[in-house]
């Protein structure tokens, strides 16, 4: 439409253009210089010729400008990349790994496909940089002791560069051989090797002690045996409980790690937060097993060391054959702590190393570890504490066996009579094993089979323990030292040796020591003291504790003490009763008395009167001592004295009637005298003397005259009798 609109415009500028050009042509045809164009073509090259010389050095400058212009804008805009290498060294010197591995992962998504040979050459140099880290990060994971999130953030790191291999894998494996490493430094720097001289010598470990504990992981390198106060001075506590605190401290500390490592690997909580990628490189299903088996490793020889500490020749009994138990015994080895002499040495530490077992058991159970792991230091904790009740318990019963050394022969009145420090000395010695044993026993968390095993076994030796005092006052009762007022009697008899084959001797006579008599007496009073009460508040006591069973304890010790007592109450009985029966005969006949031809009795013959005397003293003494003993004693002697009334009146073969007015007087009076210490057996053998005596005729006023006579005699010896008249007590 413009054209259209427009065409005489447009052909008049067409006709003026095309007479322009002939115009053009024909002045350049008739000029005598030729083509104005070739001579503006020289013109313009001349001028491009001269501008090249004048402004050469400046283009030059202004390219080269240019070009590094466009390389600096290169490194500008890539600058991470080129400094990436440098980046890399510096971190890594500085410890910042993270930073190493976001700058690598970020270089390999930008420029891993790159053409660029600069870029190419970049990129080679940094993946020597992260390869040589791989290494370093390896090594530094294979370096023990580090603690468990160290090793987390390594092996990590190890992933996130996409190492070669497992790295958590052989982090658990390296740990564990690290740990059994440990154990068996601990077992020989324990070890008792043989010396030149063919005697047992220990090695030193003082040193390694020390240096292994600052080898292991968490708080265990702060532990040393001088600074717990659970142990004195380190030259006085046992080698062998420097070994089971140091082996137990071992396990302890460096088990935990590994198993929660372990457990953070096949959980995948590992790798949580990783791509997905990479947590399936890290399936390991086959190492889950062998884990199980490298904690097993490690408890059983924990275990087994423990065992054989204690009972050097444990596995040697063992009746099991296999590749696992020569395995078992190659780990022990010969090994061997102590003698058997320090083993009694060690045995007041024996609870100690229950519980230090039992602590390590404690904590390895919190890490719910599989149960069949445990099994192991379970039996040996059993063990253990069958052995240690077994031992105090023995120790327990030589301290009783020889309590009546401590014997000083003061008394004390309790509620049933006298008794010395021996009964008290005996209950406190229970008491503190019967604390003892549950601490080692009742505190264990062990199976029920095992903890109803150990309660079993821990009544039978309460049992022991309670009848150990029973041989204790026999002891006491068979060597009784000789007081001061014996030893006039006993020298000349000693000094012609007369008492050689005596236990008695000069220098057993104490100025304090009571005769023996009374020494019998108060053995007695204590006998009967520790049956009554003592044996009642220590079974209540074992009662109290959650042992079972001590009613049968509590017979079997009152069964003994019943024992000892009728034993001990014999010999009281014949030292006392001797003298006062062997003087019946010669009194009873003394003055050639003759029953057949007698004068008329006026009163109880001297000898009676004596007999009566001497009963009084024996009386007095009893009561001193036990009130509670007096009727036993003097019944038992009432019947010795009339069975030897008996036997003289027997004796007798014929009575006037003044003889057996006599007759009858004497036994009356010693019978209604000692009315209140008879017996069924004594009423029999005063009956059947005067059943002898009455064959024989008497007098027509025989009756009056015996109560006469009777009541006179009872009036004049009034005071003495006064003793037998009280109501004898009976326990």
Known sequence: ALVKNNLDTFVECHDTLTAMHQLLLRNESMSEGGSLTTKLEYILKDSVKNAEELFHDVLSRKDRADATRNALNVMQRFRFLFSLPRNIERNIRNGEYEIVINDYERAKSLFSNTDVQVFKRVLEEVERLVENFRGQLCRKLQ????????????IRYLIELQTEGDPAWDCITNQHQWILKLIHSCKADYQVLPSKSGDLEFTSAGPEIGHRRNQSSGSFKNLTVRDRGSLREEQKVPRLVLFVEELSALVTESLPDLWRLAHSYFTGSLVQGMNEGTKLNMKNPAGEKKHLNMIREITQLYADLI????????????????????????????????????????????????????????????????????????????????????????????????????????????????????????????????????????????????????????????????????????????????????????????????????????????EDIPPRAKQLLIILSNCSHTQEFIVARLVSFF?????????????????????????????????????????????????????????????????????????????VEVFSISPHLVYRVMSAILVGVASEMVRLILSVEEFSPNGTLQAKLELLALERCLSSFKTDKSNGLFRQAREHVAKFPGGPNDQDNLLTMLTEFRQRNKLQLLCFQSKPQKR
């Open 143 to 154: 370096e023990l002791p580090s603690t468990l999130d160290e090793q987390k953030k390594l």
């Open 307 to 510: 065992q054989t500490a204690f009972f050097p020749d444990f596995l040697d009994k063992l009746s099991k054959d296999g590749a696992e138990m020569e395995k078992r015994r190659s780990h022990v080895g010969d090994f061997q702590l102590v003698e058997e002499a320090s083993l009694e040495k060690s045995s007041a530490w024996l609870p100690f190393c229950v519980r230090q077992v039992r602590a390590t058991l404690s904590s390895l159970t919190s890490l719910v570890l599989p149960s069949n792991a445990l099994v192991c230091i379970q039996e040996v904790g059993c063990v253990l504490q069958a052995h240690c009740a077994q031992t105090l318990t023995e120790q327990t019963i030589s301290d009783i066996h020889h309590l009546h050394i401590r014997e000083n022969w003061s008394v004390e009145t309790d509620e049933g009579g006298c008794i010395t420090s021996l009964p008290v000395l005996f209950e406190n010695i229970v008491m503190d094993w019967v604390l003892s044993l549950k601490e080692v026993v009742l505190e264990e968390k062990a199976t029920d089979t095992a903890s109803a095993r150990l309660q079993v076994m821990s009544t039978r030796l309460f049992s022991d323990t309670l009848q150990a005092f029973a041989d204790c006052l026999t002891e006491l009762a068979s060597h009784l030292p000789t007081s001061s007022g014996e030893e006039d009697l006993l020298n000349p008899l000693i000094g012609h040796g007369m008492l050689s084959g005596s236990s008695l001797s000069v220098n057993e006579v104490a």
């Open 543 to 619: 009662d109290s504790h959650g042992y079972p069973g001590a009613a049968e304890s509590k017979q079997l010790a009152q069964a003994a003490l019943e024992k000892v007592d009728s034993q001990v109450f014999q010999m009281y009985i014949e030292q006392k009763s001797m003298p006062v029966i062997g003087r019946l005969e010669p009194g009873f006949f003394a003055g050639n008395f003759d029953f057949s031809v007698c004068p008329p009795p006026t009163d109880v013959r001297s000898y009676l009167k004596g007999m009566l005397l001497e009963l009084v003293h024996i009386h």
